[in-house]
């Protein structure tokens, strides 16, 4: 009778743990089947509290109140309280804090692996867009590895490499020679070179605008950054349409960085007028990417920025008229809390006060390799 006893209790023992090893089994099959989701990371260069405060208030429909979680940001730099854009974007693109102006290399200049170069290999694609050069720090610090980021030559070559599939942007004379209407004086024709590694180049909107890219582009709309919302006949929306048009077909997946560099520019000029113009242009291409987002259904978006420039304030605010006022308290950048909004799977990861190299370091958790 004992013997029959302890047969059933290991029998029933066996059956657990057995049960228990299918389960386990089934679980991690199951997690690696999940799928990474897309992810469009827009970036507001210089875009604080203050900016975002005077887009919503001006808005009737704000994209902002449509992000289910939000955050602040500190964007201190390896060595200073007061960030720069290479510096700033650095810790975005990589996890890692890094000196003021080095670009893509930590403190002591070795090269620190990027977002774009760490998914890569996994299948997924990668764009670029900004309102600036694409030889800027903010695109740039997905692409170059440098202890400056005003090495803008340097950069342009650094693309030729990337194997980054779609990039929009301003700065084709940093591509091409004197001769050919660049201002490259080493005599390299980068455009030949990129077009010999299998993509297609347009030089203005009308071309590309044109056309339905069906394979990997740039896209140098500019000599130097494109004109400020008022002067060009499309938007920041046009931009991340097309891009996302493309990126969409690979079923890896893509990670899509969309900047609104001019922000900063006018936040340095105190100019009240044109930052809000430049919101109300970034604010199209947050709505493109949050509808993308909604009808793709695995898309993460986060909106941030890299830095705060002009210590911003909201006065006289009054949405129905024109009397609302930005006033600045600085013509630089500051060390202000920044902010950070996300959408979609893994929005939670994106919540509460983080450091700027933390937010890299989840970007990073996003993605997975494939078992």
């Known amino acids: 009778m004992l013997n029959n006893i302890f047969n059933n209790s290991l ?53 902002f109140h449509k992000f289910p979680t939000t955050g602040l940001v500190n964007t201190a730099c390896a060595d200073t309280l007061i960030t720069d854009s290479g510096a700033g974007v650095t810790a975005i693109a990589t996890g890692h804090r890094t000196n003021h102006t080095y670009l893509g290399n930590d403190p002591d200049g070795k090269p620190l692996e990027n977002i774009m170069e760490y998914i890569r290999p996994l299948g997924y694609s990668t764009g670029i867009i900004t309102t600036a050069c694409v030889t800027d720090a903010t695109p740039a610090g997905f692409v170059a590895h ?15 490499n990337s194997n980054v599939d779609v990039v929009i942007g301003g700065g084709l004379d940093k591509f091409l020679p004197v001769e050919l209407g660049g201002k490259r004086e080493d005599d390299k024709n980068l455009i030949s070179k990129i077009k010999d590694n299998g993509f297609l180049v347009f030089d203005s909107w009308s071309e590309l605008s044109g056309h339905k890219p069906s394979q990997k582009f740039y896209a140098l709309l500019e000599n130097d950054q494109l004109p400020h919302p008022g002067e060009r006949n499309y938007s920041l ?46 604010n199209t291409a947050i709505n493109a990417s949050l509808k993308f987002a909604e009808e793709n259904g695995n898309t993460l978006v986060i909106v941030s920025a890299d830095h705060e420039t002009g210590g911003t304030a909201v006065l006289n605010a009054d949405k129905k008229t024109e009397n609302l ?37 989840r970007l990073f958790q996003l993605f997975h390799t494939p078992q």
Not at 238 to 253: H, R
């Open 237 to 282: 929306k046009d931009l991340t349409n097309i891009a996302l048009d493309f990126l969409a077909k690979d079923q890896e997946g893509f990670f899509l960085m969309i900047e609104s560099a001019q922000i900063d520019d006018m936040a340095h000029e105190k100019n009240s007028l044109l930052v809000k113009e430049e919101m109300n242009d970034f």
């Open 325 to 361: 006022r930005l006033e600045f308290s600085h013509n630089n950048h500051t060390g202000n809390l920044i902010s950070i909004f996300s959408y979609g799977p893994g929005h939670e990861k994106f919540g509460g006060l983080m450091d700027n190299h933390i937010m890299g370091q």
């Open 146 to 160: 440098l202890n400056s980021m005003y090495k803008y030559f340097d950069i342009a070559e650094k693309y030729i």
């Open 11 to 63: 029998k029933k023992r066996m059956h657990f743990f057995l049960m228990s090893a299918v389960i386990f089994a089934a679980s991690i099959s199951c997690s690696s089947q999940i799928k990474s989701p897309n992810v469009i990371l827009l970036i507001g260069d210089g875009m604080g509290i203050g900016i975002i405060s005077a887009s919503v208030h001006s808005m009737d429909n704000s994209p």
